[in-house]
């Protein structure tokens, strides 16, 4: 057992890769629970989106007891901000009233929503063959229209709630509207599960966390590192602030507005290579978007799901390869380097060209010498996809996404054992 749990420490940098989005962030929860369990050390861990605020509560709360455990609790937190809509068929009979809903987005941006009762009606006409893969539709169908009508309570507010009436200047003019949601309760939940202390340069002994943004205005990639800068709420916030989900920019630097990382890159692979150039590394990437399937789209709703599914899947085979390359040529370096310095005499060479030489190759090692040395990608799995599945907060979904994640991750795990 002992040479299993040290097969993880052998010098590389162990990195932890979170992407977001939405309630399929419970799945990244899960992993980490798999890793603690595992004791498998992190150095660095890095998100972006709901993957961000994960790997924030996951680098502040390193060195405490049971950490997984407080991320599990931020997880069935939220979860109790969840508005299900079945409930409401206590006041409304049969439930006419909610499934006559309309989607908010109808009067907007989105007309080819339609109500819900419409949406149910066109999920049972499709899919009526199969009954469980039906009623899971379904219930992502709600989930959708549920939080984009009553928003979830710990973590975003929609703008229309009368509270806002008298303190929102646009309240009655949406035509001016930049973003739908207030995001105030994740604030107030994070100020809780996220110790900001820890998160400075000057703490050395937590892991090193690593968030990705992008400008709003030059499209240009912002990473957060808290090893060169305090992060901040506001850092949480952007690497979150995805602009679809009808969230707020963040201006994190006067005239530097930030939106949501995954807009340029759901996998921060690229980013961890750049901020820690030196040692190699070993990677756990948490996949919450399938590379690979099995079968063609069936229908609009499909395409349109697989398509967002390749959007945000990970895309960093690129910058392994690369990473190998570099690793390469550098060694290649090394060799001529040395044929140059065990022939200094005979090449009359300066010393000061000499230097020089030594100097650039140091300089380039620093810069580039990492490489990624092993990865285990971690997948969920997606038995009946649906484009609103990362909509979902329900309790039961929540916890069954968390034990997914546990579960893959510790079967990789132990495959690895087996192969020793």
Known sequence: MKGYLNMFKDGFENVLILQGMGSLGAFGCGVYKALVKNNIDLDIVAGTSIGGINAAIIASNTNKEHSEEILEDFWLELSEGFVDIDTFSIF??????????????????????PSLSEAISGIKEVYHSNRIEMDVKVKQMKSFYSSAIFGNSKMFIPRWSPQYALKDP??????????????????KILDRYVDFDKLRPETNSNIRLILTAVNVLNSRPITFDSHREQITIKHILATSAY???????????????????????????????????KKNKRAFIVENYPRNVDNLPRNLFEVYHRARDIIFSDKTEHNVRMSKVVSMYLKYMEELYQIVDDNFDRLQLADKQLKSIRQKYNTYKQEHGAEIKEIFHIKREELYPHMSENTDFSLETIKNSIKEGEEKANDIIVNKKNLR
């Open 243 to 277: 602009p679809l989900y009808n969230f707020p920019w963040i201006e994190v630097q006067k005239g530097i507005y930030a939106w949501d990382g995954s807009l340029l890159s759901n996998t921060p692979l690229r980013e961890v290579i750049a901020a820690s150039p």
């Open 170 to 187: 646009e309240y009655f003019i949406p035509q001016k509207w930049t973003f739908i949601y207030d995001r105030f309760p994740i604030v």
């Open 92 to 113: 409304f009979g049969q439930n006419r009233s909610i499934e006559s809903l309309q989607s908010p987005f109808y009067y907007s941006f989105y007309p080819f929503i």
